[in-house]
């Protein structure tokens, strides 16, 4: 019967066995798994909460490219319309300048031709007077000979034909 010693059931080790192990198992669960799940816990939210962070910031980030990319066709529209009133002032100052020199030159040349008419009809009565001043003194010298009546007759027709052909000629 000794054989049967060992392999015999003793129900008070059994118990004790057992109440070891439900001991043990409680001390584990109160010592080591609930700190273990809460550590763990703690991870995953943290982990969670590394995630919406980055979600957030990655959305933040596109709404940032988003309102960048809007400035920057703002600013290139901007740019655009900057430079077309500079080339609209450009071409009105251009125009303001060209009418200007425009009317100078027409100016200039109205005086040019007033002037060209003052000195051709200076010209013309100093011709006048010269041709009286030679009159006279043809008359004078005419008169200091006897002048026959053909003679007197043509003198006043070359001197007419003389002032008539200067009117015509002018």
């Known amino acids: 019967m000794q ?9 008070w080790q059994m118990a ?12 584990v669960k109160k010592f080591l798994y609930k700190p273990v799940k809460n ?9 969670d909460r590394d995630y919406s962070d980055a979600n957030e910031a990655k959305e933040q980030a596109l709404s940032d490219k ?3 990319e809007e400035k920057l066709r703002g600013a290139a529209g901007e740019a655009d319309r900057i430079i077309k009133t500079a080339v609209d002032t450009a071409a009105s100052r251009e125009k303001e300048i060209v009418d200007g020199a425009n009317e100078r030159a027409r100016g200039i ?3 040019a031709e007033a002037d060209a008419a003052l000195e051709k009809k200076r ?7 010269e041709i009286v001043e030679v009159s006279t003194l043809l008359s004078e010298k005419m008169l200091e000979r006897e ?5 007197h007759k043509k003198l006043i027709d070359s001197f007419i034909d003389n002032i008539g052909g200067d009117d015509e000629a002018n």
């Open 39 to 47: 550590m763990l816990r703690q991870r995953r939210e943290a982990i």
């Open 147 to 151: 002048v026959s009546a053909d003679d």
């Open 66 to 68: 988003a309102a960048y």
């Open 109 to 111: 040349i109205k005086r």
């Open 3 to 11: 054989s049967l010693d060992v392999i015999s059931v003793n129900i």
């Open 123 to 129: 010209a013309r009565d100093d011709i006048k007077r």
């Open 16 to 27: 004790a066995s057992l109440a070891n192990l439900v001991l043990l198992f409680l001390i």
